[in-house]
């Protein structure tokens, strides 16, 4: 027959098969990840992962109950960019949790930051689709009221910081959340 077989040293074509020495290694990096989280004992908000942590917090704060959800909140968009208000009923305290998070991890971000961080694409119908920032309104209520509960202070060089008890109360909730990810796991 007249078509040449593919060969596996044609750098174009890309082997569907997965051969088994990437797979040993696959293996290797699993076994090498748990032999270092064998003795790793979880202490500050960075050694937990984002999403364990933010479900967490989010949690934290409505049990609480010293964050005040306005008025508005179910009915606010958060971005010009977004048609409809989020549908989970507790997005609020999500957003609280992500955005007191990155204070933690980066200080001095102000409002104008978290507008940025939380924009998204503009879909403007036919014209390209153009980067848009996230509502000011909401961002500067959440850094309000986590002000408000002793979480975040005010930046001598601008935005928001974490403060001692903050980082005490995060570091907390990110054992507890990390306690959780272990029974999990068992």
Do not use: C
């Amino acid at each position: 027959f007249w078509l040449k077989p593919l060969s596996l040293h044609n750098p174009l074509t890309k082997p569907t098969v997965v051969p088994p020495s990437s797979r040993l290694e696959t293996m290797a990096v699993q076994f090498y990840d748990a032999e270092f989280k064998e003795g790793f004992k979880v202490t500050s908000v960075k050694d937990v992962e984002a999403d364990k942590f933010i479900t967490a917090f989010a949690q934290h704060l409505k049990r609480q109950g010293r964050f005040e959800i306005p008025k508005w909140a179910d009915v606010v968009k958060t971005a010009k960019f977004k048609e409809l208000p989020p549908n989970d009923p507790d997005w609020l305290y999500v957003r609280t949790a992500s955005m007191v998070r990155k204070i933690y991890i980066r200080g001095g971000v102000g409002v104008g930051a978290f507008t940025k961080i939380y924009g998204g694409q503009h879909r403007r119908g036919v014209m390209t689709n153009t980067f848009a920032r996230s509502s000011g309104k909401v961002a500067r209520y959440i850094l309000q009221q986590l002000e408000e509960m002793g979480l975040v202070e005010q930046d001598e060089n601008g935005g928001r910081k974490i403060t001692k008890e903050g980082q005490r109360e995060l570091d907390t909730v990110a054992v507890q959340a990390a306690e959780v990810e272990e029974e999990e796991e068992e």
